[in-house]
């Protein structure tokens, strides 16, 4: 298929700006001194993102999600914006997480500064001996920190609602006592994103966040997996 040349041009101006915007919150990150600075920071470079992308989040169930304490939160993963839609969703609580990021973004040109500086735990999947990472995990959440994750490991770029589960969610959770808080971005937002990124004139994208119900770190009736796809309707 054929972009039109406006559609084009309105990408490369998009992936300049994301690109400025992110190395200069990148570089403002690094000199923050506490959770509550960076959550101010990624919140305000989430909604400048998204607003030049023409989206605004909408909350389902925002009565259940906690104003402040430590969580595990999950949610699934379809687009590269999805961060910054939880950011969004959770821009009136005081909770601050830890993103659990991979290598890649880490050593990334576009987004390595804002991944290194901005409250994250690196997740090496090539290494054998996880206990650095573990240890990390439990520094973090001994300084009042959340921890993010997406426990379906990596993007979902196929059609089904939800890729599989890694086993990692239920291991973290349970090694250090914390509640689950399992959030599902019901839109597609990597759909939103192509949508925001052709500039459709005057026609914002929304996207839909929905608030599950806490789940017990010491809940073993079922696998985190099923809990989730029960309490979000989700077909296998």
Not at 13 to 25: C, D, G, P, Q, W
Not at 71 to 83: A, C, V
Not at 177 to 200: C, S, V
Request: aromatic content about 10%; glycine content about 8%; overall charge positive.
């Amino acid at each position: 298929m054929q972009i039109h040349p406006l559609a084009y041009f309105n990408r490369i101006k998009m992936a300049l700006y994301a690109t400025f915007l992110t190395n200069v919150y990148g570089l403002k990150l690094k000199k923050a001194r506490s959770g509550a600075e960076k959550k101010k920071l990624r919140l305000e470079y989430a909604q400048k993102l998204l607003s030049a992308l023409n989206i605004s989040v909408v909350v389902k169930g925002g009565e259940k999600l906690p104003k402040d304490g430590r969580f595990l939160l999950i949610t699934n993963h379809r687009s590269i914006i999805d961060p910054l839609i939880i950011e969004a969703a959770f821009k009136d609580t005081d909770i601050f997480g830890l993103w659990v990021s991979k290598k890649e973004l880490y050593n990334s040109f576009f987004f390595g500064v804002f991944t290194r500086n901005g409250g994250t735990v690196l997740l090496d999947r090539e290494t054998k001996q996880m206990s650095g990472f573990f240890k990390e995990i439990k520094a973090g959440i001994d300084e009042g920190n959340s921890i993010f994750l997406f426990p379906e490991g990596t993007r979902n770029k196929g059609t089904s609602d939800l890729s599989e589960f890694k086993e990692g969610a239920r291991i973290i959770a349970v090694k250090n006592r914390l509640p689950i808080l399992p959030i599902y971005i019901r839109t597609n937002a990597n759909e939103t994103l192509e949508a925001g990124l052709k500039k459709r004139p005057q026609q914002q994208q929304q996207v839909i966040v929905e608030i599950g119900d806490l789940i017990d770190y010491k809940e073993r009736s079922v696998d985190l997996e099923t809990a989730y796809r029960k309490m979000f309707h989700l077909k296998y």
